[in-house]
């Protein structure tokens, strides 16, 4: 049984720092790419970052690059997000797929923990 649970949501002010966390189980997300994705109200979902299960390799959203980094020990994915705008504000959600990349179908959800960059 696949299963993604996301955590570190939270309110932050403006320039500030925040870390989220993506912890999978299911054997099979071993090899699987991770993706970080995010829904504010009243817009499409985003992907924001991903990360290959098969070399480490990473990819970007325009809107994140230089303040975001996904990273992945064992289990665990993260989201390291600095510099945060009142724009970042949205659920975030981590997602699991068999097929690297930001645009790629991805088979498995966690349930989203809110992020919230205000003053």
């Known amino acids: 049984q696949v299963h993604l649970a996301e955590s570190g949501g939270g309110l932050v002010q403006p320039g500030g720092s925040l870390r989220l966390s993506c912890a999978t189980s299911g054997s099979s997300l071993d090899y699987y790419a991770i993706g970080w994705f995010r829904q504010a109200p009243g817009k499409e979902r985003e992907g924001v970052a991903a990360i290959s299960g098969s070399d480490g390799s990473t990819q970007y959203a325009d809107s994140v690059k230089g303040r975001f980094t996904i990273t992945r020990d064992n289990r665990i994915v993260y989201l390291q997000m600095i510099s945060l705008k009142p724009e970042d504000t949205a659920v975030y959600y981590c997602?699991?797929?068999?097929?690297?990349?930001?645009?790629?179908?991805?088979?498995?959800w966690g349930q989203g923990t809110q992020v919230t960059v205000s003053s």
């Open positions: 997602a699991a797929s068999d097929d690297y990349g930001i645009g790629s179908h991805y088979d498995y």
